[in-house]
């Protein structure tokens, strides 16, 4: 059984930062294209970063280019997303996923197994 566990969220001031983990269990990770994803309150889940199977091709939605950067560690079967410069903006919970496919994919659709959430809060 896949299991995807997030951890690192919680409350910070703007203009702090956070890591948040996600230990995956149950597959082989170094197989799949990993992501986060996060859900801000009445709004709908939106795509964040992904990085590719071996670690080497990543993305990110506009809103956190050059503040947050995913990375992989297929030793430890874990990926991370570092996140600088938070603003209240970035407050929802993150989801860390797992797709079949080893490109890089964006769409929430794509992927096929999802953590339970860990919730980041950016206070002013």
């Known amino acids: 059984q896949v299991q995807l566990v997030e951890s690192g969220g919680g409350l910070v001031q703007a203009g702090g930062s956070l890591r948040l983990s996600c230990a995956v269990s149950g597959h082989t990770f170094s197989s799949h294209a990993m992501g986060w994803f996060r859900q801000a309150p009445g709004k709908e889940r939106e795509f964040v970063a992904a990085?590719?199977?071996?670690?080497?091709?990543?993305h990110y939605a506009d809103s956190v280019e050059g503040r947050f950067t995913i990375s992989r560690d297929n030793a430890k079967n874990t990926v991370t997303l570092q996140m600088n410069d938070l603003t209240q903006k970035d407050t929802a919970i993150y989801y860390c996923?797992?797709?079949?496919?080893?490109?890089?994919?964006?769409?929430?659709?794509?992927?096929?197994?999802w953590g339970q959430g860990t919730q980041v809060t950016v206070s002013s």
């Open positions: 996923a797992l797709s079949y496919s080893r490109l890089l994919l964006v769409a929430s659709s794509d992927y096929d197994y």
């Open positions: 990085v590719d199977w071996t670690g080497s091709d990543t």
